[in-house]
């Protein structure tokens, strides 16, 4: 079996969206046995300027985007002790030129940054489609950038049936793949998915298919009879594409998925070649596919959905936060256990190498459960943390090197040290 190649990165760093595999699972504990739950040591905090965006670590430096006054800004700080080492901006405006609905629930920037550590190049979009590409090692010097709304005109999302329209303009995190930046532009003309050159920002491939953009959180690499393939929430489908040489675009499957509001926010969570789509509103369900160089095929659907929490598939079982926090067996989508306590709607979860599950969710709640492998027919709450932030939690949870990094949406973010009494 072909295996996903991911360039390497230093311990336990978290250079893009889901983490080191883009997909919420690490190999670092959780703290809990040093006394690190619930968190206490409070390292530093900061106000980064709005947006749902996430941060990432890498080397010992955090990464994250904030939009005030009229301009988006680029932040690097020192993740240990939170000292800002450089910032880059550019003017903006807080929604996409396209955006529609829902403004009062977000704003300013919402794409997770890519770190391309073969060149040390950080890798940028916002809302209203500016795609950039910094070098981290000198301060942030801009290297190339461009628009996508100027260079490919994409139009404002269609409307879904009765239910209104919604556009929010930007949303997925830039894929770095070989020599690519590979990102998700939406255009009926020009391709659902372009791929630039990560030097220079030329373009390189398009897509086959040619669906709008959806509103999810970014593309995930999977492998599919042993070629390499990305998979994407677009608009209406599922869909996944090659990246082999030569086929590059090329449409392996469409499944179509297309929520009312446009809202499949939940990023397709991957396990060898099968992928677990989900969403509330009208389907209020998750599905596992098959996928194969024929399609997909559907294994199993359940009445059981994530509105905003990616799904994390570990030892056999499907975590997420979504109201509760819940597990199903990955094989039949039977319900293993859920949990008590209410998380609201926003969530992210991460798995760690103890076999525990770190979740933000809410307005700012933290907790820490067993997963499935230390209790598998209930759910066991170890810890928990409320009042974080007063603020929606959409911007994704981040471990990286036993420091805790949560952030709301309106910008502000803060640290906790997981590393506990032996630190």
Avoid at 28 to 45: I, V
Avoid at 281 to 306: D, F, P, Q
Wanted: proline share 5%; charged share 25%; net charge negative.
């Amino acid at each position: 079996m072909m295996l996903l190649r991911f360039e390497a990165v230093t311990g336990e760093d978290w250079p893009h969206w889901r983490g080191p595999n883009r997909n919420d699972v690490v190999t670092e504990d959780s703290g809990f046995t040093r006394g690190a739950w619930p968190p206490k040591a409070e390292l530093w905090s900061a106000g980064l300027g709005e947006g749902s965006t996430s941060p990432i670590v890498v080397d010992g430096k955090l990464y994250t985007l904030g939009w005030s006054k009229g301009r988006d800004s680029v932040v690097c700080l020192d993740a240990a002790s939170g000292k800002e080492l450089w910032r880059q901006s550019y003017a903006c405006p807080e929604y996409g030129r396209e955006s529609d609905g829902d403004k009062g629930l977000y704003g300013g920037v919402t794409p997770t940054p890519s770190f391309d550590p073969a060149t040390g190049w950080l890798f940028t979009l916002g809302n209203d489609g500016d795609l950039y590409c910094w070098d981290a090692r000198q301060d942030g010097q801009r290297r190339w950038n461009l628009n996508l709304y100027d260079k490919y005109q994409p139009p404002m999302r269609p409307k879904v049936g009765r239910s209104g329209r919604r556009d929010y303009g930007y949303t997925t995190s830039p894929l770095v793949w070989n020599d690519w930046v590979i990102v998700e532009v939406g255009s009926p003309q020009h391709g659902n998915t372009i791929a630039f050159s990560k030097e220079t920002g030329r373009e390189v491939w398009r897509s086959q298919s040619k669906d709008h953009a959806g509103h999810s959180g970014g593309l995930v690499p999977i492998v599919v009879e042993g070629i390499p393939c990305a998979a994407i929430f677009t608009f209406a489908h599922l869909l996944v594409m090659r990246l082999d040489a030569g086929h590059e675009g090329e449409t392996v499957a469409e499944y179509p998925w297309m929520t009312s509001f446009a809202n499949s926010i939940a990023t397709p969570a991957v396990h060898e070649n099968y992928v677990l789509v989900t969403a509330a509103y009208n389907h209020e369900a998750m599905c596992k596919l098959e996928i194969t160089l024929r399609g997909a095929r559907k294994v199993w659907e359940v009445e059981e959905s994530s509105g905003v929490c990616s799904p994390v598939i570990h030892k056999g079982s499907i975590y997420w936060a979504s109201r509760n926090l819940r597990c199903l067996d990955f094989e039949t989508g039977r319900v293993r256990w859920k949990g008590d306590k209410n998380l609201g709607s926003p969530g992210s979860c991460i798995v760690t190498g103890d076999d525990r599950i770190i979740v933000w969710a809410g307005r700012g709640e933290l907790l820490l459960a067993e997963t499935a492998v230390r209790s598998p027919a209930r759910c066991t709450e170890l810890a928990s943390l409320d009042g974080v932030f007063r603020s929606d939690a959409w911007p994704h949870v981040v471990l990286s090197d036993g420091l805790l990094f949560c952030k709301e949406r309106n910008g502000a973010i803060k640290c906790f040290d997981l590393r506990g009494r032996d630190k």
